[in-house]
């Protein structure tokens, strides 16, 4: 510690103050001070009569701790507790001692703390006393910022290093997503490190010139050294790498190693392959580093603002990383963090990678209702006024954000009519393909969507060809506005059900015990597939794997699906492709059916090849084989 302090342990009542603070001082050998001890007779009535502090009655106590804490200060260190929500109450205890003081701040969630509170022997706090604390609450920045959930020695513990002047938490790689992540955390209070690589002429002064941007990264500090970066953060170290995906985080990996120490903790935030997660856990594990996968999503604004966080690995390792990737992840309608431990291993980025293969259909729907509108006569203003009225029904981001894309005009034409029509991938979609493949599990939707991106690659090769097979141009297509949106719900459903059904599986074959409703919790809000009917699965998924079995679904289905069969006949007898919607109506005929024709690849299996078969009037498994000439 530095010379002489004042420690100030803050927070609203129940977080554990005066335990914490005692605890602190008799770990730190300095005397400790509960503030309620020096409230004015006036307040002390006033408080035993039930009534509620006002700023004026704290205007006297605040004067008198910090006039405790000036006099302190002139022998030795000390802790005061306190709980001081508002900024102003903070600015009358640092009054004139502000290079003396450091602040503790202990937080924790309303139901936590009430339960807390009420579990206590003679301990009863009425919710809306505690809420209206809550409500007052400004968070300090530049506090060390505590879970109250650990126990009370590791958080005497991380005050402890948090009084060390260095910093809690490191993130390398500032391309867009690492510059927002980093901004997140400054904002939620937290002190970072930040380092950026020099390259000559290229990436020079990245993290200085980016933390003078940003008035919330003042206190942040800037790196392009690894060793001065790592040495800036306090042990167990923390380090999110916001890198590209790929070999470039082995690289990274063995440029921090030199200066790592055992127990530290780096964490992937990028589309890693969960596979590679795996070898990167094992092998820093045999080294004593700890790798935590972590998926997170939401783009550069959800980044900054609050993304979707899909964190795998150790649960212990999780633990320490838990304050920050929920403090800066997104919040539920509940008001929880969009981030949860999802499961050992590399089972964060694998859901990710399932996050993404259904974003892929997600979007790819949205691009076959837009040929079918363009095909019916709309123009992309005309079209953004009918999604406009999708939403009450069936909202979503990316229907959001289509909205938007199909208003923007350049000159006198659309935007959208400038855009090649030629759609690009960073690989996760197909890691999704050869996934669902590899565990044998249907998710045909997802294969769907990322062939229509390679289709859609092949640009002159499909100029060319449109001549040779030149398509109807006079298209008739029988079809309302709401059966287009019938069948787009349709397909949404049958996506949803491929996605969680590859998650079920790989969790079963992989052990992982992933939690479907928790998964898509954390969906709910900040990522990109964020939607009314992600928000509907949270409740579904907690009594059921399968919502093919759940009736609520199966009534929706029973309802859109005439109108997803007419909507794919008529673009077909157009010409019109769409991949996705034809493939949910084909998903759900070969899976909604008692009796498939596999019985005659069967057949054909063991008529070329022996390969045997097993008979319906046979129950105990037997395996036959026939001659079949
Ligand atoms: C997200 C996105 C994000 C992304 C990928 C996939 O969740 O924030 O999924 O990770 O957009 O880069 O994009 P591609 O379409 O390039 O494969």
């Not at 100029?463 to 079809?479: E, H, P, Y």
Request: charged share 25%; with cysteine; aromatic share 10%.
């Amino acid at each position: 510690m530095n010379s002489k302090q004042v420690i100030y342990v803050m927070g609203v009542s129940g977080v554990g103050k005066s335990t914490i603070g005692k605890l602190l001082s008799e770990a730190l050998q300095i005397p400790f001070f509960d503030g309620d001890d020096y409230h004015p007779k006036s307040n002390i009535l006033k408080m035993s009569k039930g009534q509620a502090l006002n700023d004026d009655d704290r205007l006297e106590w605040l004067q008198t701790l910090n006039k405790l804490a000036i006099k302190q200060l002139k022998n030795n260190s000390c802790v005061i507790v306190c709980s001081a929500l508002k900024k102003s109450y903070r600015d009358i205890l640092n009054s004139g001692i502000e290079s003396y003081t450091k602040w503790v701040f202990l937080y924790g969630s309303f139901e936590q703390i009430l339960d807390r509170i009420n579990k206590r022997d003679n301990h009863f706090m009425s919710s809306n006393l505690l809420k209206s604390q809550f409500d007052i609450l400004e968070e300090p920045k530049n506090a060390i910022k505590i879970d109250i959930s650990l126990t009370p020695k590791n958080i005497v513990e991380v005050i402890k290093k948090g009084l060390s002047g260095k910093v809690e938490f490191g993130l390398f790689g500032l391309g867009v997503m690492g510059k927002s992540l980093s901004r997140n955390l400054a904002n939620k209070g937290f002190k970072i490190s930040m380092f950026n690589r020099h390259v000559d002429g290229v990436e020079e002064n990245i993290a200085f010139n980016f933390k003078n941007e940003f008035e919330e990264l003042s206190s942040a500090l800037p790196f392009d050294n690894i060793e001065f970066f790592v040495n800036s953060l306090q042990t167990p170290r923390k380090i999110m790498l916001m890198v590209n995906a790929g070999k470039i985080i082995d690289l990274v990996i063995e440029d921090l190693m030199p200066f790592l120490t055992e127990e530290d903790i780096l964490i992937d935030g990028g589309n890693s392959n969960y596979k590679k997660t795996k070898e990167r856990f094992d092998y820093l594990k045999s080294k004593n580093i700890h790798f935590v996968g972590a998926g997170v999503s939401g783009g550069e604004e959800g980044a900054l603002k609050g993304p979707s966080i899909m964190p795998g690995g150790n649960k212990d390792t999780y633990k320490e990383v838990q304050p920050f990737l929920e403090a800066i992840a997104a919040k539920d309608e509940n008001n929880k963090p969009c981030c949860t431990y999802i499961g050992t291993e590399g089972s964060g980025h694998f859901v990710k990678m399932v996050h993404n293969g259904i974003e892929y259909v997600e979007m790819q729907l949205l691009a076959e209702v837009f040929s079918i509108l363009k095909a019916m006569g709309n123009n992309p203003d005309q079209m953004a006024h009918i999604l406009k009225s999708w939403k009450e029904i069936t909202n979503s981001y990316l229907l959001e954000i289509t909205i938007d894309i199909l208003r923007k005009k350049d000159g006198d034409d659309w935007l959208v009519n400038k855009i090649m029509d030629k759609a690009g991938n960073k690989g996760t979609g197909n890691w999704t393909t050869i996934t669902t493949a590899e565990l044998g599990v249907p998710s045909t939707m997802i294969a769907s969507a990322l062939f229509a991106r390679y289709t859609s690659f092949y640009k002159e090769e499909r100029i060319a060809v449109s001549k040779n097979f030149k398509s109807k141009d006079d298209s008739k297509l029988n079809l309302t506005n709401d059966d287009i949106l019938k069948a787009y719900q349709f397909a949404r459903i049958m996506n949803h059900y491929q996605g969680f059904k590859l998650i079920h599986e790989a969790s079963k074959s992989y052990n992982w015990h992933l939690n479907l409703s928790e998964l898509s919790r954390i969906w709910t809000n900040g990522c990109i597939i964020k939607s009314d009917l992600m928000v509907e699965l949270v409740e579904i998924f907690k009594t059921t794997n399968n919502i093919l079995s759940n009736e609520k679904i199966i009534q929706q289905i029973k309802l859109l699906k005439p109108t997803v069969k007419k909507v794919v006949s008529e673009c077909i007898l157009n010409e019109l492709p769409i991949p996705c919607l034809s493939e949910s109506i084909n998903f759900l005929n070969s899976f909604a059916i008692a009796n498939s024709s596999a019985n005659l690849i069967q057949a054909q299996r063991d008529y070329f090849g022996a390969h045997t078969y097993q008979r319906v009037d046979d129950d105990t498994g037997k395996f036959y084989h026939t001659n079949w000439k």
